[in-house]
Every structure is written in structure tokens, then in C-alpha cells.
Antibody, heavy 123, light 110 residues
């Protein structure tokens, strides 16, 4: 059915950088759009980046646009999120998720999620 | 402040029915399909409903979804203690050009 495993989170000082990775298995990675969704401590879900199967980026949420970069390597079945210039408000759990087409044209859903990786931005 | 509005919390007793609302606008729910996710503390969200009212395989028919105009509703019947979780609605916003989530609703089974 598919599995996603995130890595790369950790403690970083404000202004520092991290690169998150997401390893996919159990499905044809290159056939699916992928996304990053984050959740600040005690808060709700926020879709922050979405990349098509081809590598074309669909969107970044406003708070990370022009800072974060989402990319993928279909040969390695991997999704990435490059996060420079980190701020305290970037802290939280970052989930990798598959954005799959549903039964209806032009409709999609996050149907497979990783367990998440925790990013803490603190001095 | 989330683009989609959900009640912060709802509660009910075992066996009862509960409804969770998700209010949006003509640029999001009004023009697109809605999904619902269930999240237990410390775990990843799980897809519960897609295309407004359809259930992925393995999701019991106690869970249902509906949409009318710019609002969507998740219904849970025969409430069980194991349903206690956070629930999120989600859809595409045509004006913002992004996926948007509701703020989440914490379901408490009394």
C-alpha cells in the first residue's frame, strides 16, 4: 500500500538550515504528486509545499515561499525539503504525504502519510 | 487563523451521533471537493473521507461526509471511545492557489 519515512529533523538555531528527506516505498513514486505538511506544537495542519510527479512545484504556502525549496529524485524514490533561514515559528512536526488522485476528476487527497520528523528552532 | 472554520471541540457519549462542521467560501469548499482526516495524538493524520462523502477502504460506514454550498460536515454514528481524536477538513482554495485545512476539531467521547 505504500510507506513514507521522513528524516533530517532536529534542533537548530534561528537562522540555521535543515534538509528533510522522505523515502518512499511500496508504490511507484514517480507516478504520484507529493507534499509536505507541517504541524506546529499543539496546532493544526498546514500544507506548506506540493510538487507534481514531474518535479514541477505547484505551490508553497506564503510563510515559506521564497525560503524553502521542495524537490524530488524519482530515481531514488525520495522527496526533499530544503529549509534555510529557519525561524522559531518554523518549528513543528513535518509530514511527508502522497497527494493522490481520487475517484473524481481534478480531485486529490493526502492518502499516505509518513510518521513525521520533528524540527525545533531554538537558541 | 485557518481559511476553513471548524469548531475547536465537540463531545458526545458512546453510541451517540456527532457532527463536525467545516465552513469555507466560494473560492474553496464552494468549488472543490472536501477531504476529512483523523489524527490521534502523536501520530500521523489518516484519510477518512474524500470527494466530500466517499470512504477509503477500511474506513467503517459509521463515518460519513456531506457538502452543501460552502460548508461540509463530517458525521460519526455509534460513537466509540476509540473515535476520540482530532479531525481536520481540507480542500483546495482557488484564490490562494494552495491546499487549505480547517483548524481541527477535538472530539471527546464522554
Amino acid at each position: 500500500q505504500g510507506q513514507l519515512v521522513e528524516s533530517g529533523g532536529g534542533l537548530v538555531k534561528p537562522g540555521g538550515s535543515l534538509r528533510l528527506s522522505c523515502a518512499a516505498s511500496g508504490f511507484i513514486f514517480s507516478d504520484y504528486h507529493m507534499a509536505w505538511v507541517r504541524q506546529a506544537p499543539g496546532k493544526g495542519l498546514e500544507a506548506i509545499a506540493y510538487i507534481r510527479f514531474s518535479g514541477a512545484v505547484v505551490f508553497y504556502t506564503e510563510s515559506v515561499r521564497f525560503r524553502f525549496t521542495v524537490s524530488r529524485d524519482n530515481n531514488r524514490n525520495s522527496l526533499y525539503l530544503q529549509m534555510p533561514s529557519l525561524r522559531a515559528e518554523d518549528g513543528g512536526v513535518y509530514f511527508c504525504a502522497r497527494r493522490a488522485p481520487t475517484l473524481t476528476t481534478a480531485s486529490e487527497a493526502y492518502d499516505i502519510w509518513g510518521h513525521g520528523t520533528l524540527v525545533t528552532v531554538s537558541s | 487563523q485557518s481559511v476553513l472554520t471548524q469548531p475547536p471541540s465537540v463531545s458526545a457519549t458512546p453510541g451517540q451521533k456527532v457532527s463536525i462542521s467545516c465552513s469555507g467560501t466560494s473560492s474553496n469548499i464552494g468549488k472543490n471537493y472536501v477531504c476529512w482526516y483523523q489524527q490521534f495524538p502523536g501520530t500521523a493524520p489518516k484519510l477518512l473521507i474524500f470527494d466530500n462523502s466517499k470512504r477509503p477502504s477500511g474506513i467503517p460506514d459509521r463515518f460519513s461526509g456531506s457538502k452543501s454550498g460552502t460548508s461540509a460536515t463530517l458525521g460519526i454514528t455509534g460513537l466509540q471511545a476509540g473515535d476520540e481524536a482530532d479531525y481536520y477538513c481540507e480542500t483546495w482554495d482557488n484564490s490562494l492557489g494552495v491546499v487549505v485545512f480547517g483548524g481541527g476539531t477535538k472530539l471527546t467521547v464522554l
